[in-house]
C-alpha cells in the first residue's frame, strides 16, 4: 500500500494522515473483492523494515491498526470476511495481539474473503521461521525429515492460503521489497503510478482487467 507518505505531503500534511486516508482504499479493496467473489486480498501494512522508521510514525500506524481492526468487526460479520494477521507476533503489542487474536476466532468460521494483513512481515522473516521450525521438528525426531516444496510451504506463516495470483504494486515503485518471496514464484504483477490513498475500486478493477489478459505458462509451452 505504497504512497500514503508521498500523499500526504502533497496536500501538505503529515504522513499519518496519508495512512489514515490509505484505510478507506482498503475498505474500498474489500467492498470490491466481497462484490466479485474473490477468495483471498492480502494487504502489506507493515514491513519488518518498517519497524526502523520515526517512533512517531511507528506509533501512529499501530494505533490505526488497533481502531481498523476493532472498527470493522461488523463489516467483517455482515460480509462473510475471514480476518487474519500474518507477520512476526514477538514485535507487536500485547494489547494489539489479544485484540487480533480476538477478531481472528470470532471470524475464523466465515466462509466469504479471507483478508490477510501483513504485518511485522517480511518474505525473508517468514522463509527463516519455517527453516527452524522444520530443523526443530527433524531434532526431535531424531532424523532428518523428508521435505518437498508442498511440505516445506506447510512451515510457512501463510500456509493453508493458496499463492498469489496478482500483486498489484502501487505509487510507481517496482520491487518486491521481501513481499511473499517464496509465495510469488509464479505470481503475475501489476503495477500502477497511483498512490495508495487514490486508489479505489476502479483501479483494483483496471488491475483485475490487466491480469485477465495475462496468459500463465508457469514455465511451460503453450
Ligand atoms: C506505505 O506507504 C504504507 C505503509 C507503511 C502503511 C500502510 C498502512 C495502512 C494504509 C493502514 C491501514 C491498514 C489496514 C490493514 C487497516 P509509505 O508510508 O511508504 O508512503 P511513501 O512511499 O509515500 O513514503
Known sequence: MDGNGRWAKKQGK?????????TESVRAC????????????????????????PQDEVNGLMELMLKSVLGERETFRK?????RVIGDRSRLSGQLLENIDMVQDETASYTG???????????????????????ADCLAAGKELPL????????????????PDLMIRTSGEQRISNYMLWQCA???FYYT??????FRKNDL?????????????YGKVE
Not at 503529515?14 to 490509505?22: A, C, D, F, P, T
Open 14 to 22: 503529515m504522513r499519518l494522515y496519508g495512512h489514515n486516508v490509505g
Open 30 to 53: 474489500c467492498e470490491y473483492a466481497v462484490e466479485h467473489g474473490i477468495r483471498y486480498l492480502s494487504l502489506f501494512a507493515f514491513s519488518e523494515e518498517n519497524w526502523n522508521r
Open 79 to 83: 460480509n462473510n470476511i475471514r480476518f
Open 113 to 135: 474473503l479471507t483478508l490477510i494483513v501483513m504485518l511485522s512481515y517480511s518474505g525473508k522473516w517468514d522463509i527463516l521461521q519455517a527453516s527452524r521450525r522444520y530443523a
Open 148 to 163: 518437498d516444496e508442498t511440505g516445506f510451504a506447510a512451515y510457512l506463516a501463510t500456509a493453508g492460503i493458496p499463492d
Open 186 to 188: 509464479y505470481t503475475e
Open 193 to 198: 503510478p497511483v498512490l495508495w490513498p487514490d
Open 205 to 217: 478493477e483496471l488491475a483485475i482487467q490487466s491480469y485477465n489478459r495475462r496468459e500463465r505458462r
